[in-house]
């Protein structure tokens, strides 16, 4: 029997050579349009880049363009008032635009589409959406380093333990440490420019895949996006999305970076470290213990960076296996970006905000860097430097020396120099001298080290590579 051809197809752009309708179902996970949305501008500007290409190549006359241009310019305003409404049957940004193009004036709307595709056209609105992005993200890099390098600036004196396995393991200055993180985020800075210069070319004018049958120009319209050259193979260029997991991988690093600070300023605001006085603005309190005040800006940075990778792994899992070219499957990279995207500007605010109010209990980090035996290397290295041990004989005997204070219930610095000698005769008071806090510090002048004075150059050095541009 002749099946029944009843309902109406509705979707006129691709509709020409079907005879049912999609299901209900199909139709819900088709679209895209409640997050591909974003792109509307993007979108209507590689048109209007596309349809002046199509003039100048004579496919297209003067007046059609200036029809086409002045109805994308009010469809442009139209999304700007929320003066659009969208509908799941039309699938996607490109066929709102188009079809609302259409509506406005008429056939003309059609000639649009010439010599592109749809495919084409996301590669190119993502690509120009996240270039966008990527500049803001460099900004809000920039800001983090700069709230990072001002609190460094007024801690140049301030001594805190170091730690290797979260135990005390050498004194070091507060700025040091703060600075540690402007070189981290300084890399997700020079990454990301390179992410924008290596992916800076533009798919636009590969049409489905294979190219075009017209004499289109894509120089022309790889320019005026502000894009580098063309795409040189048109099926890489609709089927690439390399700049995504690019990116994906920059915001991993991020929030990677985000959240190990995270982490310590979790752990420097609990009672047993009370390193740090987090700003109520950025705590909560408990509903049930009065006392309470949590650091949840810090624990939600921190758990955000799993969402964050997880977004990373969920592309590279939908691209792994893909045929070339286009494939719908693809269309799975849109909410994956845009959550990452702007998971990552948010949380490189809140961080910048929180740095910047941070104060800090220099009192309790100097008495954590008086446990622990924090200057234990010191006495070793003293050993080989005054005495001329060897620096494993010297390592032995200064642990002979931690043992004795751990028997006596005291820190190495508070042994006296009986006590010293009681481990090695040779022990004088010179060595005794260099276990202080500050002489520790001090002395670690080699390059990258912790010394106040290395420590001023460095911040000269960061301000000046990261805060002039
Ligand atoms: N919404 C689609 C996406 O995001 C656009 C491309 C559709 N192309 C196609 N041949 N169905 O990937």
Sequence with gaps: MKKKINKKINNNLWGGRFTEKPSETMVRINSSIEFDKILYEKDILASKVHATMLCNQKLISKL??????????????????????FDHKLEDIHTHIENRLIEL????????????????????????????ESILIDRHLKSLQMA???????????????????????????????????????????NNRNIITRHNYSPLGSAALAGTSFNINREETAN???FTAPMSNSI?????????????????????????????????????FDFINL???????SSIMPQKKNPDAAELIRGKSGRVIGNYVTLFNVMKALPLAYSKDMQED?????????????TLNVMTEMVTDITFNKDKMMQMCNKGHSTATDVADALVAELNIPFRDAHRITGNIVALADKKEMQIHELNIQDFKKIDKRINNNIIDKITIESSVKNRKSFGGTSPKNI?????????????D
Excluded at 72 to 78: A, F, G, V, Y
Excluded at 151 to 180: C, D, R, W
Aim: hydrophobic share 40%.
């Design 64 to 85: 059609e363009l200036k029809k086409i241009d002045s109805a994308l310019t009010k469809i442009d305003k139209e999304f700007k008032h929320n003066k659009i409404k």
């Design 105 to 132: 004036i008429g056939n003309l709307g059609k000639k649009l589409h010439t010599a592109r595709s749809r495919n084409d056209q996301v590669a190119t609105d993502v690509k120009l959406w996240l270039k966008e």
């Design 148 to 190: 990072l390098i001002i609190k460094a600036e007024s801690h140049i004196n301030t001594y805190m333990p170091g730690f290797t396995h979260l135990q005390v393991a050498q004194p070091i200055i507060l700025a040091h440490h703060l600075l540690a993180y402007v070189n981290m985020f300084g890399r997700d800075r020079e």
């Design 224 to 226: 005026n996006l502000g």
């Design 236 to 272: 890489d260029a609709v089927s690439d999305r390399d700049f995504i997991l690019d990116s994906l991988h920059l915001c991993c690093s991020i929030a990677l970076h985000l959240s190990r600070l995270s982490e310590e300023i979790i752990l420097w605001s609990s009672p047993g």
């Design 279 to 285: 700003p109520d603005t950025f705590s909560t309190g």
């Design 334 to 346: 849109k909410e994956a970006l845009f959550d990452s995207i702007q998971t990552t500007k948010d």
């Design 456 to 468: 001023k150059k460095e911040l000269m050095f960061s301000k000046e590579k990261w805060c002039n």
